[in-house]
């Protein structure tokens, strides 16, 4: 990984990070009404809500300095997307809600691990403290999202099977 | 690598959404092409309403529904001629047609290779799912021959067609292949392409999620190219004998001159061209 070697860069990079995971929860969110699953419709737009709250914290955290904004293809990401996006190809429409929270909680964690490989490349002591600080802070999201998950009992095998397919929709 | 490019933009990726929700089933490919495209738009600033998206038919093709632009939901196989007419017409516009495998590749196989030949300064980009999934799975041009399934047992027996081969034999100006899974790369390639003259050709590899779930594995298997893209057609037709047609990036940038119309309008008044409809 390139390594983030300012403030502003970090800062660009959790702006990012934050606002394309308010992205993908509500794209996922529209697809279960869509799908008529509205309690994981439901469960992402409360999600969304929650990375919205993020995004307002980092926005808080620059002040009045402007955010940094970079071409899509420079983020210094360790995967495609933003790590607390849901990945292309993650979702199905017969998800549970113990599905989503695990797709979740692995975004929270691929954001731990981006902010704590943040915090031990930079040789800065400032910009290693705020990293850390935001990878503590999603260590402590995936936790709460784990108390979250063990409300919901783990699906049987074959959740995804369908007697009824698909059919092109109108 | 030096320090990232900060971009100003006024839009944001949101400002290219329309309030229409996809219908594409959830895990769909071509839900990371839109936001690719969104993103590109988003990176180039252009206002939505200086672009148009033209399609045909199919799952990909409804994408102009979900945008802000300009858009045209057109005939089956269709969209290039559609998009050829209102770039020659509407030279201003950023011109975007969409679609998949089977509407630009078999019903509209024959108006591909003309774009091509033509081209017009427009981008065309394909998301390719290797089968038919709106009616439900058929094999389409792109299906590998022994793609087994229900409607072709055994498989086809047939050999797929191969895009970015008769793009570049048919004369596009721009081909590259992208995967839908890594939106940030199809991104930084559908720029490229908008801002390259000439008719650009873009096939994204679009996993349909329902018909082809084995294409989940595509994000195993898809690699990008370490070469720059090719500049002769000599050269670009070089690497393409012999890939796997799972090779992502820009293969060719041409320098050819676009064809631009040759119109002269003629100025009439409204009760004029009225006058010309009356039989």
């Known amino acids: 990984m390139n390594t983030i070697t300012t403030l502003e860069e970090l800062l660009a990079h959790a702006h990012a990070l934050e606002s394309e995971a308010v992205e993908r929860y509500e794209e996922m969110a529209e697809q279960m009404e869509v799908h008529n699953n509205p309690e994981l419709a439901e469960l992402f737009h409360k999600m969304a809500a929650v990375e919205r709250k993020h995004v307002d914290k980092v926005e808080h955290l620059a002040g009045d300095n402007p955010l940094l904004r970079l071409a899509p293809w420079e983020y210094r990401w360790q995967t495609q997307e933003a790590p607390e996006s849901v990945p292309v190809g993650h979702s199905h429409y017969r998800l549970t809600p113990y599905h989503a929270l695990s797709l979740m909680i692995a975004c929270e964690e691929r954001a731990q691990a981006f902010f704590a490989e943040v915090a031990r490349a930079t040789p800065d002591s400032t910009l290693r403290t705020m990293a850390a600080q935001m990878a503590e802070e999603e260590t402590h999201h995936a936790e709460l999202l784990r108390q979250w998950r063990s409300r919901y009992p783990e699906p049987e095998p074959g959740w995804e099977v369908d007697l009824d397919e698909p059919v092109s929709q109108e | ?279």
């Open chain 2, 1 to 279: 690598m030096g320090k990232p490019e900060v971009i100003t933009p006024k839009h944001t990726a949101k400002d290219y959404k329309s309030a229409v929700k996809p219908v594409w089933c959830p895990g769909c490919g071509h839900f990371g092409v839109q936001s690719a495209l969104f993103r590109a738009l988003a990176y180039l600033d252009l206002p939505p309403q200086q672009v148009a998206v033209i399609s045909g038919i199919g799952c990909s093709s409804r994408l102009p529904n979900y945008t802000a632009c300009y858009g045209f939901h057109g005939v089956h196989g269709r969209a290039l001629a559609v998009a050829t007419g209102l770039k020659l017409a509407r030279p201003e516009l950023t011109v975007l047609t969409v679609g998949g495998d089977g509407d630009g590749f078999s019903i509209g196989g024959n108006h591909f290779l003309h774009a091509c030949r033509r081209n017009v300064d427009m981008t065309y980009i394909v998301m390719d799912n290797e089968v038919y999934g709106m009616t439900k799975g058929q094999p389409s041009p792109t299906t590998p021959p022994d793609w087994d399934s229900k409607i072709a047992p055994g498989g086809t027996g047939i050999n797929p067609f191969l895009p970015l081969a008769v793009a570049l034999a048919s004369g596009a100006n721009f081909i590259a292949r992208g995967y839908a899974g890594d939106p940030n790369d199809v991104a930084r390639m559908l720029v490229e392409a908008i801002r390259h003259p000439g008719f650009s050709f873009v096939q994204v590899l679009s996993q349909c999620i329902t018909y082809r779930p084995e294409e989940k594995e595509w994000k195993h298997s898809v690699h990008a190219s370490p070469e720059e893209p090719a500049t002769t057609m000599v050269a670009a037709a070089q690497r393409l004998v012999g890939e796997d047609s799972l090779t992502t990036g820009v293969l060719y940038k041409g320098e050819r001159l676009s064809y631009t119309a040759h119109i002269h309008p003629v100025q009439r008044s409204l009760a004029e061209i009225e006058e010309s409809f009356v039989l």
